[in-house]
């Protein structure tokens, strides 16, 4: 005589599943999380790549510019700095500011202008610069950005000599 035989069971138990679940959990936030940490980092990339267009847009705009025209406060205010710098409109609360001073030089007094909220005016100025060998032109871009709304700066810096490199 045969004895009958027991089927295996199939199936899973409701831990089991409670287990498989909780990973799947687990799995798909770190991956959500991991889309917005990606996310803000492409954020913030976007705005330095703004913020240093900016910069080259600024900096271009004085290379093409003669010894009497980077050297004197009022034109830049007028030339350079009266309008919204190109490439500018992908940043949040932006402001500029332009230092020159004088590169290889015993005096230190500087020619400051900045651009905020639409308006540009002269901080400081060096009314000698005019009469200098060399300039040393630091520009500073600061905005509001990604993650969160911190205060974000990028700035570049650039010597300029009387009568160009060949001189």
Known sequence: ?????????????????????????????SLFTMNTSTMETIKMAREAACASQV?????????I????????ADWILGNVLNTDAAGGNGLKNISETLTITPY???S??????????GGARIVTRNSSLLTEN????????????????HDSSRQTVAILAKGGVAK
């Not at 910069?55 to 290379?63: D, S, T, Y």
């Not at 510019?65 to 004197?72: F, G, L, S, V, Y």
């Not at 060399?134 to 709304?149: C, E, F, Q, R, S």
């Open 108 to 117: 230190v007094d500087a020619t400051q202008v900045t651009r905020a909220n």
């Open 65 to 72: 510019a003669n010894w009497h025209q980077i050297t004197d």
């Open 1 to 29: 005589m045969f004895s009958p035989r027991s089927s295996p069971q199939n199936g899973s138990t409701l831990i089991e599943g409670a287990i498989a679940a909780a990973i799947a959990a687990l799995f798909l936030g």
């Open 55 to 63: 910069l080259q847009q600024r900096i271009e705009g004085l290379r």
């Open 134 to 149: 060399a300039i040393k032109v630091l520009w500073v871009v600061n905005y509001t950005g990604a993650p969160n709304d």
């Open 104 to 106: 290889g030089s015993s």
